[in-house]
C-alpha cells in the first residue's frame, strides 16, 4: 500500500476530493451523504461473488477502470485484498494506491471511498457464522449514518 502521488490523480478523485472537504461533518457522515448522492446517478455494474467456509464469508467484487465506490461501513474488523487491477482508496490516513497483490487488515467502523484506475477485483473476508449472504450482511455491516450513530452509542454503552 502506498500514498497516492498528486501527479496520478484523476480529475475525477480530485472532484470527489474537493466535495469531500467543502462538506461539513466527519469523513464517515461525508462518505454516507455522498452515496447517497451517487445512488441517484446511473449505476455501473459491480458482479458480486459470495463464498462461506467455516466461519468466514469472503465477498468479491469486480469494478470496472473508471468507477468511483463507497464501501460498506463493516461494524467489525476484517481483511481485504486487491486481487487484480490498480484502485485508489480513501482510508483513515488519506488516499492510498493499492495494486494486484496488496493485502491489509480494515479495523472495525471504516466506510471507505475507491476509485479504479484499471478494472479491479477488490475481495474482504469477514468472520461470521452466518451461511446467507443477506443475513452476513446485515450482521456484518452499518447501511446508514444513523445506524453508525446508534452503533456507535450502544458501543460507549457497553464500555
Known sequence: MQ????????????????????????????????EAA????????????HC??????VREMTAPKGSILIGKMHKY??????????????????WKRLKAGDMFESPAGIKRAGFTHEDTVWTTI???E???????EDELTIGSYQEFLQYKGNQLCLS
Open 3 to 34: 500514498l497516492i502521488d498528486p501527479q496520478t490523480i484523476s480529475s475525477e478523485m480530485v472532484e470527489f476530493t474537493s466535495t469531500l472537504s467543502a462538506m461539513s461533518g466527519d469523513m464517515i457522515e461525508k462518505l454516507f451523504v455522498i
Open 38 to 49: 451517487l445512488k441517484q446517478m446511473p449505476q455501473v455494474e459491480v458482479p458480486l461473488r
Open 52 to 57: 462461506f467456509g467455516n466461519k468466514v464469508y
Open 77 to 94: 474488523k476484517q481483511v481485504n485484498i486487491v486481487i487484480k487491477g490498480d484502485i485508489s482508496v480513501l482510508t483513515e490516513d488519506g
Open 126 to 128: 469477514c468472520g461470521t
Open 130 to 136: 452466518e451461511t446467507e449472504v443477506n443475513k452476513a
